[in-house]
């Protein structure tokens, strides 16, 4: 499940339907022409010759060096991105203009001008990275903007949630826990959970679970991955407080799942994910179960392979929640619950 927001590249402006994603780097699109394999998309593919604006980068720029980029025979970088389920982006790394909102431009933002594009994309025209590296959309606007971008992700599909790039003088509600670094993983954001409660009770879990090597936040990812013993753990309590509930076969990874049908009202039990600084956030309803037939509600939360994994705060549980990146004075805040409209 992906959000999507609206940019705008090259001169004259021409509109574009991107994923955006805290856990990578280099924003792209797919490009003309497409010498591999291009997916289908929405939008018409963007085509640098009819751009006044578009530039390659050159293979002695330091950028180019920072994403790991190969040169071509005429000394122009060339990218490749490759993401964890596989999904990849290679082409030309470029300069253009990129309109965030008709009074929001930025001239030479470097992104990928992708040439080879293959994956789970869906039928949008790329993606918009808001990772911590010098290339992200993030550091590159933070000059004009401030250090600093937030997001709210509806709770619901068809309905709208927002993102603002640049830093605002307050955050009504919003309440703040550090931004840890990975030197292992450095464009990922990493925050301190600590805790995990399940219909108000603190479940047992030793400490030393989460604290190595991790736990991040991204708004790529789907589901919540935790340490096996901190799952079982969830798993366990979530399932005792569910019992007058039929259960439902697994679905793939997920492996507690209920049969609602027939249930006129559906009581669960509230999960909150505890942080460093006191700093706690409540799993709506839709961040807790997802639907995937009338017959299979499951929960949302996985095991990762090992307790020796970073934990993965997936996008279902950041709904309605406003998200705000704090680059400057590198915290993370939870703003209450909101429509997001």
Known sequence: MDYIVTVGYGTPTKNFSVIFDTGSDISWIQCKPCVGECYPQHDQLFDPLQSSTYANVSCSSDDCSLIGGICDTSNVCIYT???????????????????LTPSS?????????????????????????????????????????????????????GTTGFLTIGAQQQYPGVKFTPMLTNPSYPSFYFVELIGISVGGHNLSIPPTVFASPGTIIDSGTVLTYLPPTAYLALRDKFRSLMTSYKMAPPFDILDTCYDFRGESVIIIPALELQFGGGITL???????????????????????QSDGEF?????????????????????IGFGPELSCS
């Open 311 to 331: 934990s993965i705060i997936g996008n279902l549980q950041q709904r309605s929640t406003e998200v705000v990146y704090d680059l400057e004075n590198e915290m």
């Open 81 to 99: 991105v490759q993401y964890g389920d596989g999904s990849y982006s290679a082409g030309f790394f470029a300069q253009e203009t990129l309109t």
């Open 282 to 304: 409540a799993i709506s309803f839709s961040g807790t179960l997802l639907s995937l037939s009338p017959s299979q509600t499951c929960l949302t939360f996985v095991p990762t």
């Open 105 to 157: 431009i930025l001239k030479k933002f470097e992104f990928g001008c992708g040439e080879s594009n293959q994956g789970l994309f869906g039928s949008v025209a790329g993606l918009i990275g808001l990772g911590r590296n010098k290339v992200s959309l993030a550091s590159q606007a933070s000059p004009v903007y401030g250090k600093a971008f937030s997001y709210c992700l509806p709770e619901f599909n």
